[in-house]
């Protein structure tokens, strides 16, 4: 496969502006290239899918992990995965969801339909990094993950509750309920330096 | 060496925090600065402010006339709720869960009022942080 050593280039796909820009300095700082898109239409262009003549062609760069949020008008991160899936040239990279909504029956689909993983939004840099790590281990593994998927039966969901199993990359479910969240994160937090600012001068 | 900007912006930052403004993702935000980076946080709450005007707006027009389309008001909300949580903005995205509790229920005035409130956190959460982001750049002059 061709990429510097170490070095992913990922496709982030979302429609939101504001999580476009903290995905792509989430991915940056886990040394990875990325290129970003509004749209699985885009998406599909950049990947050289969409059917229409694009004047320009990819543009060399190879992709090698697909990141799209799962809600998006027009082409839903689902409907991304399965043209992905559905096409021979690019079935072998790896797709990851993310969505703000834990919906199991959602998440099973997509992990049935060959998403890598799920990730719950917002996503942390752990979650990049670990992923990073996961799809570096994983590019010499291509005919076991490909057996899995032909295998066809559901896959097991690797979503898990709790942090406890590191065999197999898991979304940890992060407080999305904010009644939940203790106050006391409040106190915690007052500890905490003033963050990095630039020195001038 | 702390000087009387830093310890007055480290102030306004807790505050945010008690007083519940803003969450976790907010540090999450923070450490993703760095030397090379060292602004990023308000690049993206103001990249969330300009972006997130049109939805507001949006919305706005949406809940002035019937019949209302709940279905695209839930819509728009969960947008706008998705960036309010990518920010850490807490309050905000408390009023947007509860909008969106309106919305299914059909509850147009509950939406309505529940939508004031939603502007109301936005532009006190603007006003706070535009306000501690001045005090802390001004406190890194000194250093």
Same mark, same amino acid.
């Given at each position: 496969m061709e990429k510097m050593a170490n070095e992913l280039h990922v496709l982030a796909v979302d429609d939101s502006h504001v999580d476009r820009k903290v995905i792509e300095r989430l991915l940056k700082i886990s040394s990875c290239k990325v290129t970003a898109v509004e749209s699985g239409r885009r998406a599909l262009q950049y990947l050289g899918l969409d059917g229409e003549k694009t004047s320009v062609g990819i543009d060399g760069?190879?992709?090698? &992990?697909?990141?799209?949020?799962?809600?998006?008008? *027009?082409?839903?991160?689902?409907?991304?995965? +399965?043209?992905?899936?559905? /096409? $021979?040239?690019?079935?072998?990279?790896?797709?990851?969801?993310?969505s703000s909504e834990k919906i199991l029956p959602r998440i099973d689909r997509c992990l049935e339909e060959?998403?890598?993983?799920?990730?719950?939004?917002?996503?942390?840099?752990?979650?990049?990094?670990? &992923?990073?790590?996961?799809?570096?281990?994983?590019? *010499?593994?291509?005919?076991?993950?490909?057996? +899995?998927?032909?295998?066809? /039966? $559901?896959?097991?969901?690797?979503?898990?509750?709790?942090?406890?199993t590191q065999s197999m990359p898991s979304s940890l479910v992060?407080?999305?309920?904010?009644?939940?969240?203790?106050e006391s994160s409040a106190a915690s937090v007052s500890q905490q330096p003033l963050p990095k600012q630039p020195k001038i001068g | 060496m702390e000087n009387q900007k830093q310890r007055q912006a480290?102030?306004?930052?807790?505050?945010?925090?008690?007083?519940?403004?803003?969450?976790?993702?907010?540090?999450?935000?923070?450490?993703?600065?760095?030397?090379?980076?060292?602004?990023?946080?308000?690049?993206?709450?103001n990249l969330f402010y300009t972006d997130s005007a049109r939805l507001i707006r949006n919305i706005e027009l949406a809940l002035e006339n019937g019949p209302y389309d709940f279905t695209r008001l839930d819509n728009m909300m969960y947008q706008f709720k998705g960036s309010s949580s990518s920010i850490g903005a807490r309050r905000v995205k408390r009023q947007c869960c509860q909008f969106q509790e309106y919305c299914n229920a059909k509850n147009i005035e509950g939406c309505k009022n529940t939508f004031q409130g939603v502007k109301q956190e936005y532009n006190t959460l603007k006003t706070k942080l535009e306000a501690y982001f001045q005090m802390a750049r001004e406190g890194s002059h000194y250093v």
């Open positions: 760069l190879k992709v090698n &992990l697909i990141l799209t949020d799962y809600s998006m008008p *027009g082409m839903t991160g689902y409907e991304l995965l +399965k043209k992905i899936k559905e /096409s $021979s040239a690019l079935s072998k990279i790896p797709v990851v969801i993310m060959g998403a890598e993983e799920f990730l719950l939004k917002p996503v942390k840099l752990s979650d990049v990094k670990r &992923l990073r790590d996961f799809i570096l281990r994983g590019e *010499g593994d291509n005919e076991e993950t490909e057996k +899995k998927i032909k295998e066809g /039966s $559901s896959r097991k969901r690797k979503f898990h509750e709790d942090s406890s992060t407080g999305h309920d904010i009644q939940s969240k203790p | 480290a102030y306004l930052r807790r505050s945010l925090f008690d007083q519940g403004y803003i969450d976790d993702q907010f540090i999450h935000l923070e450490e993703l600065q760095d030397d090379a980076n060292p602004n990023f946080v308000e690049e993206v709450v």
